[in-house]
């Protein structure tokens, strides 16, 4: 039996969605900077940065119970990267998370209501087993890293 659902977070952010949007897009590899507790790498494996279809491999600290490679501090994914005006999503072809998912897929969009802007991220997985929790540390790391890249946005911005 297949089982499959989805979780969203949002993420109050005051950078601007479209800072936000140009930073997935086509920084992602500056992750490392803005967190380097948090992120240790990306890199482009296929396209370039930017453009829908490309591949990204992004090396990452992972310390909850669940983590696949408990041993080791980094885990590895590896993301097929579709981008447009609306979202860009991370849909993951390779790495450590699918040895516990059978398919895994990141999101995030930007909403703005009255004074209000949102990064909005969201995981849709299928799960190995029913003995495996759903994703939501994983969707917690970005949450976390989208109000570090907000902070350091801002901080840019003013100096």
């Known amino acids: 039996m297949v089982i499959t659902g ?6 109050d952010i005051n950078c601007g969605g479209n800072f ?3 930073f997935f897009s086509h920084k992602p590899h ?6 380097p507790d948090t992120v240790h790498r990306v890199d482009l494996v296929s396209g370039r940065w930017g453009a829908p279809g490309s591949v990204i491999s992004c090396h990452f600290i992972h ?7 408990a041993d080791e501090k980094i885990n590895s994914v590896k993301d097929f990267i ?3 005006d609306e979202k860009i999503v991370f849909k993951v072809i390779e790495g450590d998370v699918l040895q516990v998912y059978n398919a895994l897929s990141f999101s995030i969009h930007m909403e703005e209501a009255e004074d209000k802007q949102s990064g909005v991220w969201s995981v849709n997985f299928e799960k190995a087993n029913a003995s495996i929790p759903d994703p939501t540390p994983y969707l917690d790391l970005l949450c976390g890293f989208t109000k570090d890249m907000n902070a ?3 901080k840019q911005a003013n100096a």
Not at 6 to 11: C, M, T
Not at 30 to 35: D, K, L, Y
Not at 63 to 69: D, E, M, P, S, T
């Open 30 to 35: 500056e992750m490392a900077i803005i967190a």
């Open 63 to 69: 310390a909850y119970g669940f983590c696949v490679r």
């Open 20 to 22: 936000l949007h140009q």
């Open 152 to 154: 350091y946005i801002l």
């Open 6 to 11: 989805k979780v969203v977070r949002e993420v």
């Open 82 to 84: 579709k981008v447009d």
